[in-house]
């Protein structure tokens, strides 16, 4: 009885197995056009990275620094985008960093427009536009519509107190190119701007 009720299951098995496998051949992949802007020069640019790199060095009492992932201005409007990846489910933040970007929004915001947006991936090929990210809006974060964490709250790991920890739970879902239309929503109400 027990060697039937195995080989059922396992025959069970094979065949779900078999169709969600048929399935997933059976899905076809977009392709984006081809990428706006390309580095031409990888190692040009691979370089240049690493010269910045050794501007701050052991011995010095300031510690390294953060970057802006993509800022667009036009017509002095923006949009600012900065990519954590997730690790279970969540990415983490350091205070300092989304300091900076609060303040940045801020000053932007009085001046003109500007859209800040954090986006979450797994590993992710953005030439896919059916591609998956979750995002949140600055907004979001000054409004408390993202929580606030610095501990993690499923208690895994207690010592992120110089981090935020945001939990893709929190986050929108959407595609990639979803996010594109987004973007280009910004830049045509920028261009109402003056």
Same mark, same amino acid.
């Given at each position: ?5 195995? $080989? ?143 501990? $993690? ?42």
């Amino acid at each position: 009885m027990v060697n039937e009720t195995s $080989d059922l299951i396992d025959t069970i098995y094979e065949k779900e197995h078999h169709r969600k496998e048929s399935q997933k051949s059976n899905q076809i992949i977009r392709k984006s056009p081809k990428a706006k802007y390309q580095i031409f020069d990888e190692l040009e640019f691979t370089r240049g990275r690493e010269v910045l790199g050794d501007l701050i060095v052991h011995g010095m009492m300031a510690s390294g620094g953060t970057d802006i992932d993509w800022l667009i201005e036009h017509k002095g409007g923006f949009v600012i985008l900065e990519f954590k990846g997730f690790h279970n489910d969540k990415i983490n933040i350091a205070k300092g960093q989304i300091i900076a970007y609060e303040k940045l929004h801020e000053k932007l915001n009085q001046a003109t427009k500007c859209y800040l947006y954090v986006i979450g991936c797994d590993d992710i090929d953005f030439s896919n536009p059916d591609s998956t990210v979750w995002i949140f809006e600055m907004n979001q974060w000054k409004t408390g519509a993202i929580p606030k964490n610095t501990n $993690d709250i499923y208690g895994e790991d207690s010592g992120k107190q110089n981090k935020f920890i945001v939990y893709r739970e929190y986050m929108e879902e959407i595609s990639v190119e979803k996010l594109r239309d987004l973007v280009d929503s910004h830049w045509k109400e920028f261009e109402k701007i003056r």
